[in-house]
């Protein structure tokens, strides 16, 4: 008997709401709604309770090593958690690895906040050995291991090591995905000194979104996840 439609999809876990429209496609459901732990958390459940065969992280990363510049893009080795570590499906991101060869392979850190300037993702490199960090691979992570289900990250640097962020930055990402610009233009308006960060930010994070969308068509359908059919019907 073959398994129904939303058994075979593949949930896509992004931070931003232009992420999710990259990752959407053939067999992708997408969710976006980074900056809040226990909420994504919540709205990823319920997004299961729907069906779904695999989950894979999708977006953008700041980098926590000198050598990843914007653009780089990162397939998660294992995801490095506050408390613990989430493995990823060994199988999806080795078929991830074969359809994106400049892509690197690497851990991943998850944390619930922003980590803003290079001393601190300097240090954070050091603890956890991690390349990168976002703010929702450790949440989906965690959640794909409760239900039993395969899960990797795919992730695009937007922010070197060597940036800190400004404070418009910091306040920009809305809880659903989107970007609050009011509240970026009145941060901008009590400190314009912040302006040229932010233009060399929106730069960087073209660049990012660019490599993210290159990586989502050399991907195909189900975010690469319909290797693993193939392998299957293989071995049988």
């Known amino acids: 008997m073959q398994p ?27 969710l976006a709604g980074g900056a809040r732990s226990r909420a994504l958390a919540n709205a990823i459940e319920r997004e299961l ?9 999708f977006g953008v990363a700041g980098a926590l090593t000198s050598d990843l510049a914007p653009g780089a893009l990162i397939v998660a080795s294992t995801i490095v958690g506050d408390a613990e570590n989430f493995p990823v499906d060994a199988e999806w991101a080795s078929a991830l690895l074969r359809r994106l060869p400049t892509a690197i392979h690497a851990p991943l850190a998850g944390r619930d906040s922003v980590v803003a300037d290079p001393e601190s993702k300097s240090r954070l490199h050091i603890e956890s050995g991690a390349s990168a960090v976002d703010m929702e691979s450790h949440v989906a992570a965690c959640i794909a291991a409760e239900h039993g289900l395969p899960f990797v990250a795919l992730r695009a640097i937007a922010d070197p090591l060597a940036r800190a962020l400004p404070q418009a930055a910091l306040i920009a990402m809305r809880f659903d995905g989107g970007v609050d610009l009011r509240a970026v233009m ?6 314009p000194r912040q302006l040229p960060q932010l233009l060399r930010i929106a730069l960087d994070m073209r660049r990012a979104l660019s490599a993210l969308a290159r990586g989502r068509r050399l991907l195909g359908d189900r975010l690469g996840y319909a290797d693993l059919d193939e392998l299957l019907l293989h071995v049988i």
């Open 49 to 57: 309770a729907a069906g779904a065969a695999a989950i894979i992280s």
């Open 186 to 191: 009145q941060s901008v308006a009590r400190r």
């Open 4 to 30: 129904d439609h939303a058994s075979r999809t593949v949930l896509a876990v992004c931070g931003l709401a232009v992420e999710a429209r990259l990752a959407a496609g053939p067999g992708v459901r997408t």
